[in-house]
């Protein structure tokens, strides 16, 4: 499953896995500062950033193609492109016109604010054998509603200590929030 290519190789060549490994070649100055970015990293608060939102935070991507780029402006090379509408990203750094986003895989590029939306969706990331559960309450005796396999996404409705309300096409239901990801500490502490 690829969501994102990159610009300049063989289409054959550009699924993810294989991206992963030249990620890790070429990003790999900036991993130590991505990481720190990702774990544990301090909120900046809102009155700091550009847009006045906190960072870290969670976004979608808006389009279904989103160039991600090495530096915050039009004349930094395409790094990765995205092929994925809704893709949850978690915003790492902003300037007025630009966001920094880490993806599901870990990778971290900059886009146009005009490609993010402050929609909320969430990825199954990791399952446990035969899928994630969807439930029609947020417990694990409730009625199932749906299987979800890795990958898919869903929009993020509401969450409720570890549990997740979300929408996946015309079914609504409850899965476990740690098997979500795109999910901040502050969502799951309500």
């Not at 294989?18 to 500062?33: I, R, S, T």
């Not at 990293?41 to 160039?67: F, I």
């Amino acid at each position: 499953m690829a969501w994102c290519t990159l610009k300049g190789m063989p289409k054959r060549s550009r699924s993810l896995p294989l991206m992963a490994c030249c990620a890790a070649l070429v990003l790999g100055a900036m991993a130590p500062h991505a990481k720190a970015q990702a774990h544990g990293a301090e909120t900046v608060h809102k009155a700091q950033t550009p847009s006045g939102l906190p960072v870290p935070r969670y976004v979608s991507l808006r389009h279904d193609t989103v160039n991600g780029r090495i530096g915050p402006s039009l004349d930094h090379p395409i790094r990765w492109v995205f092929h994925r509408q809704g893709l949850p990203v978690q915003i790492t750094a902003e300037t007025e016109n630009w966001r920094r986003v880490r993806d599901p895989a870990g990778d971290v590029v900059w886009v146009h604010r005009s490609m993010v939306s402050g929609r909320r969706t969430v990825m199954v990331g990791t399952e446990p054998h035969g899928g994630v559960m969807l439930y029609k309450s947020p417990d694990e005796t409730a009625r199932p509603v749906l299987r979800l396999g890795k990958g898919v996404i869903a929009t993020l409705k509401s969450c409720e200590r570890q549990w997740c309300q979300l929408d996946v096409g015309d079914k609504q239901g409850w899965a476990q929030a740690k098997y979500l990801w795109g999910l901040g500490r502050q969502d799951t502490q309500r």
